[in-house]
């Protein structure tokens, strides 16, 4: 049975760092891609960044770039999503996903792409 369980989320301010994690079970993530997904009330869920496989490529959102780093631990079978310089705008429900194989700069921040997805963790960037 697979299952992704996020962790790392909480109450941060202006300009502050976070670091969440996706922890997998049932699967090997070396095989598999794990993106980040965000969601505001109302809003559509939207792809944050991706770590594919097996090369490890990186994708990461307009907003994201520059701020947020993703990494892969094979070891503890882990995904990290390093947050910094936070804004307001970045205050979602923060969800990974994963899916068998490789995805590409087309395809990484497409929902119906992802096979499992994590509950969720919130995140909310307020002075």
């Known amino acids: 049975q697979v299952r992704l369980v996020e962790s790392g989320g909480g109450l941060v301010q202006p300009g502050g760092s976070l670091r969440l994690s996706c922890a997998a079970s049932g699967i090997n993530l070396g095989y598999y891609a794990i993106g980040w997904f965000r969601q505001v009330p109302g809003k559509e869920r939207e792809g944050v960044s991706c770590?594919?496989?097996?090369?490890?490529?990186?994708f990461y959102s307009n907003s994201a770039k520059g701020r947020f780093t993703i990494s892969r631990d094979k070891d503890e079978n882990t995904v990290y999503l390093q947050m910094d310089s936070l804004k307001p705008e970045d205050t979602a429900v923060y969800s990974c996903?994963?899916?068998?194989?490789?995805?590409?700069?087309?395809?990484?921040?497409?929902?119906?792409?992802?096979?499992?997805w994590g509950r969720g963790t919130q995140v909310t960037v307020s002075a």
């Open positions: 770590i594919s496989s097996p090369d490890g490529s990186t």
């Open positions: 996903a994963t899916v068998l194989g490789r995805l590409g700069g087309h395809s990484w921040n497409v929902e119906s792409e992802y096979d499992y």
